[in-house]
């Protein structure tokens, strides 16, 4: 059986949801660090959060690579990259 998806997928629109997770969950997780107490939980976030660094680092690669083939999507590419280039500050 096919499933049918209510609007186009593109690996451009698929990074930028990734991208705005990511940046949601590193919120989150900095949140709860700063109020956890537990040493192991604090371990646990840490770790996820360096998990997440690498994967924003890799998605930042991405756009790299796709910003150099010229890609026939400039709005969505202006899109993809300042979701990328955003930072936290918490």
Do not use: W
């Not at 990074?15 to 956890?36: D, G, P, T």
């Not at 604090?42 to 770790?47: A, D, E, I, P, Q």
């Not at 998990?51 to 709005?75: F, Q, T, W």
Request: glycine share 2%.
């Amino acid at each position: 059986m096919y499933k049918i998806l209510p609007c186009s997928e593109s690996i451009l629109g698929n990074l930028c949801k990734e991208s705005y997770k990511l940046r949601n969950r590193l919120s989150q997780i900095r949140f709860s660090l700063n109020n956890c107490q537990n040493i192991s939980l604090k371990k646990r976030l840490n770790s996820e959060h360096n998990e997440i660094k690498k994967r924003r680092k890799e998605i930042k690669d991405i756009v790299n690579y796709l910003k150099s083939c010229n890609i026939n999507e400039p709005l969505a590419m202006d899109f993809f990259v300042e979701i990328t280039r955003r930072e936290l500050y918490i």
